[in-house]
């Protein structure tokens, strides 16, 4: 268990941070970016939920994954010590499974597309939209940091399925695709 009894350390000033070994690395780093990113997904879930409070399905699966969300941080912060990673907190592929159930249960209640939707509706679905964009740059961050150093491909995996997961969701927040809003090529002209 984590225990935080003071909030600044001042070892940060510099511009660097630890991370979850121990090791001192810099704030710019392509590891420190990717779960940044996964933070700032995760506070845009928070979000998200000022609008499902309650609500179900969606509002648990939110709940459910904003904990994921610590998860994956804690795996991408901690580089792999061990080849088997064992004692290491680490995102497992049954996670991924469960993203892939809630997908398809969300998507069987929702009317086929006939374009794709731009991001607005509802304001649950305008902001899972938004947290769809920000799942996907910490997807590209992730990418960028396995590039170069060794991360859990099950990680890799969540945040490509969860970005799924948050427009179908979004879909479902737009009283299940009714109120989506379709892009229309050319409307414009």
């Known amino acids: 268990m984590v225990t935080l009894n003071r909030i600044y350390t001042r070892t940060g000033d510099a ?10 690395v810099s704030k710019a780093s392509l590891r420190v970016a990717a779960y940044g990113d ?6 845009t879930l928070g979000l998200v939920r000022l609008h499902t409070e309650g609500q179900a399905p969606l509002d648990p699966i ?8 610590f998860d994956l941080g804690a795996d991408l912060a901690t580089p792999p010590r061990a080849a088997d990673g064992e004692g290491e ?7 991924v499974d469960r993203l892939e159930r809630e997908i398809d249960a969300l998507n069987a209640e ?11 509706g509802t304001p649950a679905a305008a902001h899972l939209h938004l947290a769809r964009t920000v799942c996907r740059r910490a997807e590209r961050s992730a990418v960028a940091l396995a ?23 979004a879909r479902h927040a737009n009283g299940k695709g009714a109120g989506d809003v379709l ?7």
């Not at 511009?15 to 001192?24: F, I, K, M």
Request: glycine fraction near 6%.
């Open 110 to 120: 929702l009317a086929a597309l006939t374009s794709f939707v731009l991001p607005g």
């Open 89 to 95: 907190l680490r995102i497992v592929a049954s996670q």
């Open 38 to 43: 996964v933070d700032e997904t995760n506070a």
């Open 147 to 169: 590039a170069v150093e060794s991360v859990n491909a099950e990680a890799l995996r969540y945040l490509n399925r969860l970005s799924d997961l948050l427009f179908v969701a």
């Open 62 to 69: 939110l709940a459910r994954i904003q904990n994921d969300l």
């Open 183 to 189: 892009w229309t090529p050319g409307a414009t002209r």
């Open 15 to 24: 511009g660097s941070t630890r991370l979850a070994s121990g090791a001192p």
